[in-house]
């Protein structure tokens, strides 16, 4: 089975950084992503990690650690438009296992 | 560019009713997928086509069904809907080939069943 875990809300204030935590155990892995979904919308797509390490995209950056099953997605300068949910993923062969999403709050 | 477009967008079902929620992608991608999303479960894959003509079950197969007579249309059945299906439904597509493999979404059809 597939178990991928993150908290359920997050609050910080506008400029300030959130860091998301996601640990998975699943029975296959390519790769991790993290999709942003607002509210009402579609999921988009954030980031990927297939190896260890760290992916840098702008204010957006992702860690990955294979042998400990974790990731976290890290938010810089927050701004009042990256209040939505972000979610975990786990890549296995092509399929992917969601988590229930992380929903972050940014205050002014 | 399109990208994938759902159809409806929403909809008011009643119980023991068959409905068919479409799903178009423009972008060749070979591989296209079925999702539903509920509020503190995430999302849930249904069924999925690596290829025309292929399809598999996922993680929550069991009153709905799925073809893939070509590459741009995957339609989600349901046969006689019941009110646990009532979900926000989520088509998606990759290029399987690609080097990152990412998933296009739709815009979703939310659907009730009463």
């Known amino acids: 089975g597939q178990n991928i875990d993150q908290p359920t809300e997050m609050t910080a204030t506008e400029g300030a950084i959130v860091q998301i935590n996601c640990t998975y155990q699943?029975?296959?892995?390519?790769?991790l992503f993290w999709y942003q979904q607002h509210a009402g919308e579609a999921p988009t797509f954030l980031s990927y990690?297939?190896?260890?390490g760290l992916e840098e995209k702008g204010r957006f950056s992702s860690f990955l650690s294979r042998s400990k099953g974790y990731s976290y997605l890290l938010l810089k300068e927050l701004q009042m438009k990256d209040s939505a949910s972000y979610l975990c993923a786990v890549n296995n062969d092509y399929k992917l296992s969601f988590g229930a999403g992380t929903t972050v709050t940014v205050r002014a | 560019t399109a990208g994938i477009t759902q159809a409806p967008t929403s909809q008011i079902l009643a119980a023991g009713r068959s409905m068919t929620l479409r799903c178009t992608q423009d972008?060749?991608?070979?591989?296209m997928y079925w999702y539903r999303q509920d509020l503190g479960l995430g999302l849930r894959l249904i069924h999925y086509?690596?290829?025309?003509?292929?399809?598999g079950k996922g993680e929550v197969p069991d009153g709905y069904s799925v073809s893939r007579a070509n590459t741009d249309d995957f339609p989600l059945t349901l046969a006689s809907a019941v009110p646990s299906q009532t979900s926000v439904y989520f088509c998606?597509?990759?290029?399987?080939?690609?080097?990152?493999?990412?998933?296009?979404f739709g815009p979703g059809t939310r659907l009730t069943v009463l």
């Open positions: 086509s690596n290829t025309a003509g292929t399809t």
């Open positions: 699943t029975s296959g892995f390519n790769g």
């Open positions: 972008m060749r991608h070979n591989a």
């Open positions: 998606a597509s990759s290029d399987s080939g690609g080097s990152i493999n990412e998933q296009f």
């Open positions: 990690n297939v190896l260890d």
